[in-house]
Every structure is written in structure tokens, then in C-alpha cells.
């Protein structure tokens, strides 16, 4: 029986792993996660009122529920174990990591209070525990820069109110923080043509069906040609105007140019394509420019991936998700993709008598390290939902310390 270790147990590991077993029923699969909790992306990345959308994590549930498969949550590849040692207890090592570090625009003033990126803004909302709120308050005006999906959950999470959040797993402390915000205005710039927003219609339409805000369009001349974003964008500058508290606008063309302010952000400046500068007031500014992955141990990335071959890095070691093809394409997009890899890794890989899982944990044992298992994951999983009340679907643990108190609250109580 072959060995895998699958680093990273976002949407890309899980599918990997589900792959894998599609193909070989009784493959051993370790995953590996540095939080003490699974489902990256969807736990941390997945907007918290789009819960259809996180519900694929049921899917990973039975992937983790199988008798092979073992989750070591808390523990960091190149803190608690190197990757060359992965690589000696396993046959095949995955490396599923995400890319978990904001893209730059490397423009002026991207260190101001108030200039955050979405990696870090939506990773807060989430609830994640190595993230606090922005740094600012009295938010009126909000930028929102980029024109892709990112952009779109951002600035709907601005935009509602408490009421349209309800239901949502928003923790107290971020509703706390949005709805103390005196916000009017939100901008989404792009610093293309309307004909070149990387939104999906579907999300772009979503923000015309909110209570507390209504998208606006200033320059309707600007959504020139015709696809079904552009239509959607008409169908906003056409629609008659409501009375609502806050306004989204839409502006393209855009390109940044720098963050103004002196102790905080003040306002966003950007150039037309007439190379005209112009100035938007903004206490927040929000950059959804897409993500880079970060080393892994010794493994290191180019161009924001691991370089690859088809999923393969090198000798029996692979990468799959973003971290493999960059931040694009949607959740189902991993699933197409790890049915291909588990095939290659399937037929590359041959059972070489290594200890894996037994092996991992002797070693992690040997340096005192403390992991989360299946069983710790699903006690955090049950405190989250006992604890929810009726405002929202799940109360997430948002600190480490708290969730390693409830996951290993077993093992305290046998000491
Ligand atoms: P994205 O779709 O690639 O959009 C990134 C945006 O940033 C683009 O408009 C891009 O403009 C712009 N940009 C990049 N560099 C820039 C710069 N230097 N200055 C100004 N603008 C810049 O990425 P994303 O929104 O981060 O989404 C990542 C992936 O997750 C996408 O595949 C997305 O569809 C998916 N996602 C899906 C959902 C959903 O289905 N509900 C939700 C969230 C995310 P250019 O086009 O000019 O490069």
C-alpha cells in the first residue's frame, strides 16, 4: 500500500486526497495542515454569507472520516518537520499550499494604515487567528482595487448590514467592527475596461439585490461592447436609483498610482488612460489583486508557483491548486485538476515499504510536538456549532491557544 502526505488541507489537499482514493480505496493519505483546523480556503477564503458555497466541506468530512486518511492539524512543515523527512517516510509528498501572500502593486504609500490586502482583509473576516482588524476606524469612504471575484466579496461583506450578515458565520467582533463604520460609499476600480472585468456575472448581479447598498455607475459611457458583465453593469446605470444608506461605484480605466496620507490612508490616487490623475477620498482602501504561494520548507516558488510539469515538482514530490497553477478558477476547478494528478501520482508511484503516518507520528513524538487529530478537529467543529445561538450558523474559534484547548481537551483531561 502506498504512502502519501498531502501538505495542506484547503480545497485543493482534500481533493487531492479524494482522488487518490477514487483510485486506490485503501491508499494511506496523511494531511497536513499548519492550523489546528482543516478546509483552508473555504474555512478562511469562501465569503461568510456565501455558506452554499463552504458546504463542499462536507465532501472533505467523509474524505478525513476515512479509515486511511489521518490529519495532523497544527503541525508547519519546516517548523515541526522538514519537508526531506516527508519525503523519506512517505512515497509521494503533495504539496497543497495555497497562496496564502497578497500580490503587491508596488506603488507608494501600500504601507499606510488603512491600504490592506484582500489576502489579509478576507482571512479577518473569516475569523483567522493570525489576523486582527484593520488598522483604522471611521471608515466613510472604502477602495476596493481589481476587477475579479475577490473584489466583488469584499465589497458586498462593506455593503451589507447586520440584517443581510445574519446567518452568516461573521464572528461578534467583525459585525462589531463593519457595522460601527459611518460608511456611504464604496468604490470598485479596475484598471481596465469594463469588457475586461474578471468578474462572474452571477457575483456581479448579487450586488444588485442588497438592502443597504445599490451599485452605481458614473460614466455609463464607459461599458462599451457587450458580454454578459458589461450587460449586468448597463442593467445597474439603468436601474431608478433607491434611497439607500450606501452606494457601490464602479469605475474603470483606472490604473493606482499611489496611497495618500500621512498618519493613515486619505485617499487613492490613479491615472486615465489620457494619463489624467485623479484622486478618490478613502479612509480604506482594499487591493484584490490576487495572491502568490510562499516557500514551503526547501521547497521554493517562481513566479508565485512551485515550479511544475504537469503537477510534478520532482522525484515523487507534486503540487496541486494555486500553489501549482496561481490564483484562478474556481473551487470545482481543483477537483478536474486532482483527478489528474492523483492518476499520474497513482501510476507513478510504487509502494517503497515506507513508514508514513506511523513514522510521522514517532517523530513528532520524539520532539514533543502537539498535533490535532480527526477526533480534535470535529470536538472544535461541535463547540463552534453548539455555541452559534440564532444570529449566525457557526461562533468560530478565532484564537489558537482556545482552539488547542478544545481539540486536545481529551488528552488534558487524561493527564
Ligand atoms: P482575479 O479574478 O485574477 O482578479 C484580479 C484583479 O486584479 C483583475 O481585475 C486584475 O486586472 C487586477 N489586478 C492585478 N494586478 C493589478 C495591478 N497591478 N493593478 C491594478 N489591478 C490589478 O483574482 P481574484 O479576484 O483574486 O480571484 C481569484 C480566483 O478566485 C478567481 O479565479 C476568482 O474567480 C475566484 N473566486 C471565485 C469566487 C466565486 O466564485 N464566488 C469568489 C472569490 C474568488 P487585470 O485583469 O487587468 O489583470
Redesign the pocket.
Known amino acids: 500500500m502506498t504512502s502519501t502526505a498531502i501538505i495542506g488541507s484547503g480545497p485543493a489537499g482534500c481533493y487531492v486526497a479524494d482522488q487518490l482514493l477514487r483510485l486506490v480505496p485503501d491508499a494511506s493519505i496523511d494531511i497536513l495542515e499548519k492550523l489546528p483546523v482543516p478546509f483552508g480556503l473555504i474555512r478562511y477564503g469562501v465569503a461568510p454569507d ?1 455558506q452554499s ?1 463552504k458546504a463542499v466541506s462536507r465532501v472533505f468530512e467523509r474524505v478525513l472520516a476515512r479509515d486511511t486518511v489521518r490529519f495532523f492539524g497544527n503541525i508547519e512543515v519546516g517548523r515541526d518537520v522538514r519537508l526531506a523527512e516527508l519525503l523519506e517516510l512517505y512515497d509521494a509528498v503533495v504539496l497543497a499550499t495555497g497562496s496564502p501572500r497578497d ?1 503587491r ?1 508596488g506603488i507608494p504609500g501600500e504601507g499606510l494604515p488603512g491600504v490592506i490586502g ?1 489576502g489579509s482583509f478576507v482571512n479577518w473576516y473569516n475569523g483567522h487567528p493570525h489576523v486582527s482588524a484593520p488598522a483604522v476606524n471611521n471608515v466613510k469612504s472604502a477602495v476596493v ?7 466583488i ?1 469584499v465589497a458586498r461583506i462593506l455593503a451589507k448590514g447586520p440584517a443581510e450578515l445574519a446567518g452568516s458565520d461573521l464572528s461578534p467582533e467583525v459585525l462589531s467592527w463593519l457595522s460601527s463604520q459611518p460608511l456611504t460609499t464604496i468604490h470598485i476600480v ?3 475596461a469594463a469588457l ?3 468578474f ?1 456575472d452571477h ?1 456581479l448581479a448579487e450586488l444588485g439585490t442588497l438592502q443597504r447598498a445599490q451599485p452605481i455607475i458614473n460614466d455609463p459611457a464607459s461599458l462599451t461592447g457587450d458580454n454578459a458583465v458589461v450587460k449586468t453593469l448597463r442593467s445597474f446605470a439603468e436601474a431608478a436609483g433607491r434611497d439607500t444608506p450606501v452606494t457601490i461605484e464602479f469605475h474603470f480605466n483606472r ?2 498610482v499611489a496611497f495618500l496620507g500621512g498618519q493613515q490612508l486619505r485617499a487613492v490616487e490613479f491615472r486615465n488612460p489620457a494619463g489624467a490623475i485623479t484622486e478618490i477620498p478613502a479612509q480604506l482602501a482594499v487591493t ?4 502568490e504561494t510562499t516557500a514551503c520548507c526547501t521547497a521554493a516558488p517562481a513566479k508565485g508557483v512551485f515550479a511544475n510539469e504537469e503537477g510534478k515538482v520532482g522525484e515523487r514530490l507534486y503540487v496541486a491548486g494555486w500553489a501549482r497553477r496561481g ?4 473551487i470545482p476547478t481543483n477537483r478536474v485538476e486532482a483527478q489528474q494528478l492523483a492518476q499520474k501520482i497513482t501510476r507513478e508511484i510504487a509502494d517503497g515499504q515506507r513508514s508514513g503516518g506511523e513514522g510521522l507520528r514517532r517523530l513528532l513524538e520524539e520532539r514533543g510536538r502537539c498535533w490535532v487529530d480527526y477526533a480534535g478537529w470535529r470536538r472544535i467543529d461541535a463547540a463552534e456549532l453548539s455555541t452559534a445561538g440564532a444570529e449566525r450558523c457557526r461562533q468560530k474559534i478565532c484564537s489558537l491557544e482556545q482552539m488547542l484547548e478544545v481539540a486536545l481537551s481529551d488528552q488534558l483531561e487524561s493527564v
Open positions: 456565501h458555497t500580490r502593486l484582500s482595487i481589481g476587477n475579479g471575484n475577490v473584489a466579496d479596475g484598471r481596465r475586461d472585468a474578471k462572474t457575483e490604473v493606482p484584490c489583486i490576487g495572491y490564483p484562478s478558477g474556481t
